[in-house]
């Protein structure tokens, strides 16, 4: 994934409090108003810091937004074990579904979400799909090359999750997920 659980345990208790609350004051921010009127001086105001603390965590807002959908994105593979599991159309299922439900939170928790913003969001969550379906294949032992069906799943996991949090008139989760769940898996049915 994308931060290393191991240099988060490292950090001062003091950096980690910090980084909390600019996290904290960012995310209530984006429900606000749209990410590209935030700025890094809205988020140091929010968070009662001044920009000097804000630089020494975070370059810019552009990174800034990236950790905070890394973390939550991460939070809600942990929730569901997925990132200590290995590949079966079980777990391809719920992936599907924490991708689909995790971008339909997102599109209603945020204000004002533009191209960029979805932009930012989509390279985010599509580096961290594909980083934990190489992990899954990788573990089957396989002589195969696991980058070409785990790029092709993390399109169509990703692009499936994106029309249903577009959709107005949304079906039932699980219904979706289901119909969507073999278009995902024929790809990687070599390795189960």
């Given at each position: 994934?994308?931060?290393?659980p191991r240099e988060e345990e490292k950090l001062d208790p003091?950096?980690?409090r910090t980084r909390r609350l600019i996290l904290r004051s960012f995310e209530d921010l984006l429900a606000e108003k749209g990410f590209e009127t935030i700025s890094v001086q809205d988020v140091t105001d929010k968070?009662?810091?001044n920009r000097a603390t804000f630089?020494?965590?975070f370059p810019d807002k552009y990174a800034l937004l990236d950790y905070s959908i890394s973390q939550m994105f991460?939070?809600?593979?942990e929730k569901r074990t997925l990132n200590a599991c290995h590949y079966t159309p079980d777990n391809l299922r719920?992936?599907?579904l924490a991708v689909c439900e995790f971008l339909s939170n997102i599109h209603t928790g945020c204000a004002q979400p533009h191209q960029q913003f979805e932009s930012l969001v989509e390279g985010t969550?599509?580096?961290?799909?594909f980083d934990l379906l190489s992990y899954w294949l990788k573990?089957?032992?396989s002589k195969i090359s696991t980058d070409i069906p785990a790029t092709v799943a993390t399109w169509a996991i990703y692009g499936l999750a994106s029309l249903y949090s577009h959709t107005k008139k949304r079906p039932a989760l699980e219904k979706f997920v289901d119909e969507a769940l073999p278009l995902v898996a024929v790809n990687l049915e070599q390795f189960a």
């Open positions: 994934m994308l931060s290393n003091r950096v980690k968070a009662e810091i630089y020494a965590h991460k939070q809600e593979i719920n992936l599907i969550i599509k580096t961290m799909i573990q089957t032992k």
